[in-house]
Protein backbone atom coordinates (compact mmCIF):
# COMPACT_ATOMS: atom_id res chain seq x y z
CA UNK A 1 0.00 0.00 0.00
CA UNK A 2 1.16 3.78 -0.19
CA UNK A 3 2.20 5.49 2.02
CA UNK A 4 4.07 8.49 3.14
CA UNK A 5 6.79 9.62 5.47
CA UNK A 6 7.61 13.56 6.85
CA UNK A 7 10.96 13.10 8.41
CA UNK A 8 10.99 16.29 11.24
CA UNK A 9 7.67 17.95 12.03
CA UNK A 10 9.44 20.92 12.48
CA UNK A 11 12.26 22.42 10.52
CA UNK A 12 13.61 26.56 11.11
CA UNK A 13 16.10 28.13 8.79
CA UNK A 14 17.52 31.43 8.43
CA UNK A 15 16.24 34.02 5.40
CA UNK A 16 18.71 32.94 3.22
CA UNK A 17 19.45 29.51 3.99
CA UNK A 18 18.86 26.52 2.11
CA UNK A 19 15.59 24.81 2.57
CA UNK A 20 15.40 21.11 2.83
CA UNK A 21 12.16 18.78 3.82
CA UNK A 22 11.88 15.68 3.92
CA UNK A 23 9.96 12.68 1.96
CA UNK A 24 10.22 9.31 1.99
CA UNK A 25 7.41 7.13 0.01
CA UNK A 26 6.25 3.86 0.35
CA UNK A 27 4.56 2.46 -3.51
CA UNK A 28 3.96 -1.08 -4.99
CA UNK A 29 3.83 0.48 -8.24
CA UNK A 30 5.56 3.47 -10.12
CA UNK A 31 4.38 7.08 -7.81
CA UNK A 32 2.97 10.28 -8.14
CA UNK A 33 4.17 12.45 -6.54
CA UNK A 34 3.28 15.69 -4.97
CA UNK A 35 4.12 18.93 -2.75
CA UNK A 36 1.44 20.68 -1.10
CA UNK A 37 1.77 24.23 0.76
CA UNK A 38 -0.47 25.10 3.23
CA UNK A 39 -0.72 28.96 4.96
CA UNK A 40 -2.40 29.70 8.06
CA UNK A 41 -6.06 29.69 7.55
CA UNK A 42 -5.86 28.34 3.57
CA UNK A 43 -6.38 25.24 2.21
CA UNK A 44 -3.59 22.86 -0.01
CA UNK A 45 -1.51 25.16 -2.76
CA UNK A 46 -0.55 22.50 -5.23
CA UNK A 47 3.82 23.27 -5.35
CA UNK A 48 4.66 20.79 -7.77
CA UNK A 49 4.02 17.37 -8.70
CA UNK A 50 6.16 14.47 -10.54
CA UNK A 51 4.61 11.99 -12.44
CA UNK A 52 7.21 10.49 -15.18
CA UNK A 53 10.00 11.56 -17.00
CA UNK A 54 12.47 14.33 -15.65
CA UNK A 55 13.22 13.35 -12.13
CA UNK A 56 14.01 17.01 -11.11
CA UNK A 57 10.90 18.56 -10.72
CA UNK A 58 10.43 22.26 -10.95
CA UNK A 59 7.65 24.15 -8.74
CA UNK A 60 6.32 27.72 -8.04
CA UNK A 61 8.12 29.86 -5.67
CA UNK A 62 11.23 28.82 -6.14
CA UNK A 63 11.21 25.28 -4.93
CA UNK A 64 12.35 21.76 -7.05
CA UNK A 65 12.13 18.64 -5.66
CA UNK A 66 14.06 15.35 -6.92
CA UNK A 67 12.39 11.99 -7.24
CA UNK A 68 15.33 9.07 -6.52
CA UNK A 69 13.93 5.70 -7.16
CA UNK A 70 16.11 4.15 -5.80
CA UNK A 71 15.79 5.76 -1.92
CA UNK A 72 12.24 6.30 -2.60
CA UNK A 73 12.51 9.51 -1.69
CA UNK A 74 11.03 13.21 -2.94
CA UNK A 75 12.94 15.85 -1.04
CA UNK A 76 12.23 19.70 -1.27
CA UNK A 77 14.32 21.92 -2.12
CA UNK A 78 14.79 25.40 -2.31
CA UNK A 79 18.38 27.50 -2.62
CA UNK A 80 17.31 30.35 -0.32
CA UNK A 81 14.65 31.03 2.05
CA UNK A 82 12.13 33.84 2.12
CA UNK A 83 9.84 35.00 5.09
CA UNK A 84 7.30 34.57 3.13
CA UNK A 85 8.12 30.63 2.69
CA UNK A 86 6.97 29.68 6.49
CA UNK A 87 4.12 27.53 6.30
CA UNK A 88 3.36 23.97 6.73
CA UNK A 89 4.21 21.72 3.76
CA UNK A 90 2.64 18.27 2.95
CA UNK A 91 3.94 15.73 0.46
CA UNK A 92 1.53 13.01 -0.74
CA UNK A 93 1.57 10.16 -3.44
CA UNK A 94 -1.80 9.25 -5.30
CA UNK A 95 -3.47 5.84 -4.47
CA UNK A 96 -5.63 5.21 -6.80
CA UNK A 97 -6.45 8.49 -7.61
CA UNK A 98 -6.71 9.94 -4.20
CA UNK A 99 -4.38 11.54 -2.14
CA UNK A 100 -2.46 9.90 0.40
CA UNK A 101 -0.73 12.75 2.96
CA UNK A 102 1.98 12.87 4.86
CA UNK A 103 1.50 14.17 8.65
CA UNK A 104 3.32 17.59 7.48
CA UNK A 105 6.37 19.98 8.11
CA UNK A 106 6.49 23.44 9.79
CA UNK A 107 8.99 25.59 8.29
CA UNK A 108 9.34 28.33 10.23
CA UNK A 109 11.96 31.12 8.80
CA UNK A 110 13.89 33.85 11.24
CA UNK A 111 15.57 37.27 9.66
CA UNK B 1 -11.57 31.51 -13.21
CA UNK B 2 -13.36 30.48 -10.18
CA UNK B 3 -11.44 28.30 -7.75
CA UNK B 4 -12.96 25.81 -5.39
CA UNK B 5 -14.93 27.06 -3.27
CA UNK B 6 -16.18 26.13 0.26
CA UNK B 7 -19.13 27.72 2.51
CA UNK B 8 -19.37 28.09 5.38
CA UNK B 9 -15.81 29.07 6.58
CA UNK B 10 -16.38 28.43 10.22
CA UNK B 11 -19.13 26.57 12.05
CA UNK B 12 -19.67 25.65 15.51
CA UNK B 13 -22.10 22.71 16.56
CA UNK B 14 -22.66 20.57 19.48
CA UNK B 15 -22.10 16.89 20.16
CA UNK B 16 -24.77 14.61 18.38
CA UNK B 17 -26.22 17.37 15.93
CA UNK B 18 -25.69 17.00 11.91
CA UNK B 19 -24.09 19.37 9.84
CA UNK B 20 -24.20 19.93 5.81
CA UNK B 21 -20.57 21.45 4.25
CA UNK B 22 -21.12 22.66 0.74
CA UNK B 23 -18.30 22.55 -2.33
CA UNK B 24 -18.65 23.94 -5.82
CA UNK B 25 -15.34 22.88 -7.76
CA UNK B 26 -13.21 24.66 -10.28
CA UNK B 27 -14.31 25.69 -13.25
CA UNK B 28 -14.30 22.53 -16.21
CA UNK B 29 -14.28 20.04 -13.12
CA UNK B 30 -16.38 16.75 -12.18
CA UNK B 31 -14.97 15.25 -9.76
CA UNK B 32 -14.32 16.43 -6.19
CA UNK B 33 -13.05 14.97 -3.69
CA UNK B 34 -13.34 15.40 0.18
CA UNK B 35 -10.92 15.50 3.18
CA UNK B 36 -10.79 15.74 6.96
CA UNK B 37 -7.23 17.71 8.49
CA UNK B 38 -7.50 17.32 12.26
CA UNK B 39 -5.28 19.75 13.85
CA UNK B 40 -1.67 19.28 13.41
CA UNK B 41 -2.15 16.33 10.88
CA UNK B 42 -2.28 15.66 7.14
CA UNK B 43 -5.77 15.91 5.43
CA UNK B 44 -7.53 12.43 5.09
CA UNK B 45 -9.46 10.95 2.42
CA UNK B 46 -13.49 10.72 2.84
CA UNK B 47 -14.25 10.19 -0.28
CA UNK B 48 -15.07 10.81 -3.78
CA UNK B 49 -17.81 11.74 -5.93
CA UNK B 50 -18.29 11.66 -9.80
CA UNK B 51 -20.82 11.14 -12.31
CA UNK B 52 -23.39 11.99 -9.25
CA UNK B 53 -22.13 8.80 -7.76
CA UNK B 54 -19.83 7.76 -4.43
CA UNK B 55 -16.50 6.16 -6.62
CA UNK B 56 -14.18 5.71 -3.54
CA UNK B 57 -14.34 5.81 0.15
CA UNK B 58 -11.63 6.24 2.57
CA UNK B 59 -12.11 4.55 6.51
CA UNK B 60 -14.74 6.78 7.76
CA UNK B 61 -18.68 5.73 9.59
CA UNK B 62 -21.60 5.78 7.88
CA UNK B 63 -22.06 8.89 9.39
CA UNK B 64 -20.17 10.92 6.82
CA UNK B 65 -22.32 10.83 3.53
CA UNK B 66 -22.17 12.81 0.43
CA UNK B 67 -23.65 14.14 -2.69
CA UNK B 68 -23.05 15.73 -5.89
CA UNK B 69 -25.32 17.55 -8.06
CA UNK B 70 -25.95 17.42 -11.81
CA UNK B 71 -23.83 21.06 -11.54
CA UNK B 72 -20.81 18.80 -10.05
CA UNK B 73 -20.95 20.84 -6.57
CA UNK B 74 -20.95 18.51 -3.56
CA UNK B 75 -22.17 18.18 0.14
CA UNK B 76 -20.71 16.67 2.80
CA UNK B 77 -23.09 15.62 5.66
CA UNK B 78 -21.97 14.38 9.08
CA UNK B 79 -24.93 13.01 11.58
CA UNK B 80 -24.03 12.41 15.14
CA UNK B 81 -21.36 15.11 15.72
CA UNK B 82 -18.87 14.27 18.05
CA UNK B 83 -15.85 15.49 19.56
CA UNK B 84 -13.86 13.86 17.15
CA UNK B 85 -15.27 15.55 14.01
CA UNK B 86 -13.76 18.41 15.13
CA UNK B 87 -11.44 19.32 12.04
CA UNK B 88 -10.75 21.33 8.67
CA UNK B 89 -12.74 19.91 5.83
CA UNK B 90 -11.68 20.33 2.60
CA UNK B 91 -13.09 20.06 -0.79
CA UNK B 92 -10.70 19.21 -3.67
CA UNK B 93 -11.82 18.85 -7.26
CA UNK B 94 -10.22 16.90 -10.42
CA UNK B 95 -11.29 16.54 -14.17
CA UNK B 96 -11.92 12.93 -14.59
CA UNK B 97 -10.33 12.27 -17.78
CA UNK B 98 -6.91 13.26 -17.17
CA UNK B 99 -7.19 12.53 -13.44
CA UNK B 100 -4.14 10.02 -12.75
CA UNK B 101 -1.44 11.94 -11.80
CA UNK B 102 -2.67 15.70 -12.17
CA UNK B 103 -3.04 17.26 -9.13
CA UNK B 104 -6.33 18.13 -7.41
CA UNK B 105 -6.80 21.71 -6.45
CA UNK B 106 -8.11 22.58 -3.26
CA UNK B 107 -10.77 25.27 -1.56
CA UNK B 108 -9.56 26.93 1.85
CA UNK B 109 -12.18 24.36 3.50
CA UNK B 110 -14.60 24.76 6.23
CA UNK B 111 -13.31 24.95 10.02
CA UNK B 112 -15.74 22.91 11.98
CA UNK B 113 -15.63 22.74 15.47
CA UNK B 114 -17.91 21.02 17.70
CA UNK B 115 -18.41 21.63 21.49
Known amino acids: AQSVTQLGSHVSVSEGALVLLRCNYS??????LFWYVQYPNQGLQLLLK??????LVKGINGFEAEFKKSETSFHLTKPSAHMSDAAEYFCAVTLDDKLIFGTGTRLQVFP | DAGVTQSPTHLIKTRGQQVTLRCSPKSGHDTVSWYQQALGQGPQFIFQYYEEEERQRGNFPDRFSGHQFPNYSSELNVNALLLGDSALYLC??????????????FGDGTRLSIL
Open chain 1, 27 to 32: SSVPPY
Open chain 2, 92 to 105: ASSLAWDRVGQPQH
Open chain 1, 50 to 55: YTTGAT
